[in-house]
């Protein structure tokens, strides 16, 4: 009998990860669902932002290592997705149980990224403008100066983030990469398919309808390719993984 998966998940700039909760109600019983929050948002409110790659990698690393499953993968969406590639290398330099595999959704590959635009994003209005652009920000946030100002500390913090990440090539992990997009977001196909250099196992390519938050705008789809592909990473050992045919869903 095939163990469970825990699949530790990763929120995008500026977004807490409590609504992968959601995600609960449309997977089965074998998969459970780990938000990973950062600090300064959702059940982590009262904290500091942490604003480096380094810095947020090391912490969301040492927490989520507390207590590693038998089995278990990563998953992020955009900078959740980078985030979730520095875990995994982390976890590898610690020389701890390495995940089954690396989901990643809406993200360019790390050899890809270009982020320097993010620094002249000085003000509130930038933000919003920016915020606005990638269209994934409910139309109540902008209505409470609350919700607002909480989400716009978040993606201040976020993108100083993405512009701290330095790429250094390195050894690839040995584990496979999911690699999940939309076919209109402005990441292309080229810098999603660039993941595949990051491991020596095999990878596989879904795209769907939809841009930036196809995951989102197409959830009931998304999660049944997501459920799939770990499915098949779950019920393989850690060597001889089959080879993974690629979809257009």
């Given amino acids: 009998m095939t163990n469970s998966l825990t699949l530790f998940c990763f929120a995008c700039a500026g977004a807490s990860a409590a609504p992968f909760q959601r995600w609960c109600r449309q997977i089965p019983p074998w998969f459970r669902i780990v938000p990973v929050e950062r600090p300064g948002r959702g059940s982590r409110l009262g904290e500091p932002h942490v604003r480096t790659f380094e810095n947020i990698v ?3 690393t040492r927490e989520i290592s507390r207590d590693l499953p038998q089995d278990y993968a990563l998953f992020g969406h955009s900078l959740g997705a980078l985030l979730a590639f520095g ?16 989901a990643v959704a809406g993200s360019p590959a790390p ?3 270009d982020d320097n635009r993010l620094t002249s994003l000085s003000t509130d209005q930038d933000l919003v403008d920016e915020l606005k652009r990638q269209c994934g920000t409910p ?3 902008y209505a409470s100066p609350e919700l607002l100002r909480l989400t716009l500390d978040a993606t201040a913090a976020d993108f100083a983030v993405c512009a701290s990440f330095r790429y250094e090539s390195a050894a690839p992990l040995s584990i496979p990469i999911f690699i999940l997009g ?7 196909e080229q810098a999603l398919r660039a993941w595949q250099v990051e491991t020596t196992a095999k990878t596989a390519c879904d795209l769907f309808d939809g841009g930036h938050f196809f995951l989102r ?6 999660l049944t390719a997501l459920t799939n592909r770990l ?3 779950r ?8 080879v993974l045919l690629e979809r257009h869903i």
């Fill in 111 to 113: 050899s890809c990224r």
């Fill in 217 to 222: 705008e197409h959830e009931a789809t998304f």
């Fill in 58 to 60: 090391r912490l969301l």
């Fill in 182 to 188: 939309g076919r209109h977001d402005e990441i292309g």
């Fill in 139 to 141: 139309d109540e946030v």
């Fill in 235 to 242: 019920r393989k050992p850690a060597s001889g993984l089959e």
């Fill in 231 to 233: 499915d098949s990473a």
């Fill in 87 to 102: 875990c995994a290398q982390e976890i590898r330099r610690l020389g701890l149980r390495p995940p089954k595999a690396l």
